[in-house]
């Protein structure tokens, strides 16, 4: 099957290859994990984020098979995490800066096509996160206020 808008056959995602035992060269205990991750969510970083530094800087490959649990998790246990998930997030700062980019330049009519395509996406993923109860019901998505709900 086709991509959605592209009109491309790409290839699906690899995935990580599932690894239950403990790394032994891992210089890092869990409590140590946590507390790295606890320091860097309140330094304002993202889940994304924490984990690239952690992997990069930290030498922690995966959180997920070392401490058991997801980032996230760990972020919504320390109470530390962010209202709205990350995708939806990203996908709303993306759509402010085209609504800038057009302010400027009205004419442009594939960043117009770029809007509604954005726009879409940011529907398509309320749906689901209302569906999956990460979102309250009630939560409405409006783009003239969308400045407000990232700040």
């Known amino acids: 099957m086709a991509r959605m808008y592209s009109r491309k056959k790409g290839k699906s995602g690899s995935t990580k290859p599932i690894n239950t035992k403990k790394l032994t060269w891992l210089r890092y205990t869990?409590?140590?994990?946590?507390?790295?991750?606890?320091?860097?969510?309140?330094?304002g970083k993202t889940s994304s984020q924490i984990g690239?530094?952690?992997?990069?800087?930290?030498?922690?490959?995966?959180?997920?098979?070392?401490?058991?649990?997801?980032?996230?998790?760990?972020?919504?246990?320390k109470g530390l995490a962010?209202?709205?998930?990350?995708?939806?997030?990203?996908?709303?700062?993306?759509?402010?800066?085209?609504?800038?980019?057009?302010?400027?330049?009205?004419?442009?009519?594939?960043?117009?096509r770029g809007l509604t395509?954005?726009?879409?996406?940011?529907?398509?993923l309320v749906r689901y996160y209302k569906k999956s109860g990460k979102l309250p019901q009630d939560w409405k998505y409006d783009s003239k206020k969308?400045?407000?709900i990232i700040e």
Do not use: C, W
């Open 52 to 77: 690239l530094i952690l992997r990069d800087t930290y030498g922690v490959p995966d959180v997920k098979s070392t401490l058991k649990k997801k980032i996230t998790i760990i972020l919504k246990e």
């Open 82 to 112: 962010k209202k709205l998930p990350e995708e939806l997030t990203n996908l709303i700062k993306k759509q402010i800066k085209i609504m800038k980019h057009l302010e400027t330049n009205k004419k442009d009519q594939p960043s117009k």
């Open 146 to 148: 969308a400045k407000l």
């Open 117 to 124: 395509l954005t726009e879409s996406k940011i529907n398509r």
């Open 30 to 43: 869990n409590k140590e994990v946590e507390h790295f991750i606890t320091k860097l969510a309140k330094e």
